[in-house]
């Protein structure tokens, strides 16, 4: 299983970016798709997390201002990012767990959030 993150960039405080998570096979075998960051001088925390069924969560941090979104036809994982701070500056990693519980990672996309 091979995860790829894109879609990071340099965003002004305020706006906004989508970022993407392309997944070799289908998503649909996994039971959770995940969003974690990891900013200089801080533990890799997560961000927001999407079950097979739909249901979502999200790190109070970022509530009102992600979302996240799955598509089991294109085995795409999404976060809309919104409202950006420079506290969300970090690199985005996608996250695939199966039923076993067995995690998957892939290489993540820089985000960075300056005036």
């Known amino acids: 299983v091979q995860l790829q993150a894109s879609g990071g960039g340099v965003v002004q405080p305020g706006g906004s970016l989508r970022i993407s998570c392309a997944v070799s096979g289908s998503i649909a075998s996994f039971n959770v798709m995940a969003w974690y960051r990891h900013a200089p001088g801080k533990q890799r925390d997560v961000v927001a997390g999407i079950t097979r069924g739909g249901s979502t969560n999200y790190a109070d941090s970022v509530k009102g201002r992600f979302t996240i979104s799955r598509d089991n036809a294109e085995n795409m994982v999404y976060l809309q990012m919104n409202s950006l701070k420079p506290e969300d500056t970090a690199v985005y990693y996608c996250?695939?767990?199966?039923?076993?519980?067995?995690?998957?990672w892939g290489k993540g996309t820089l985000v960075t959030v300056s005036s």
């Open positions: 996250n695939a767990r199966n039923f076993y519980d067995m995690n998957y």
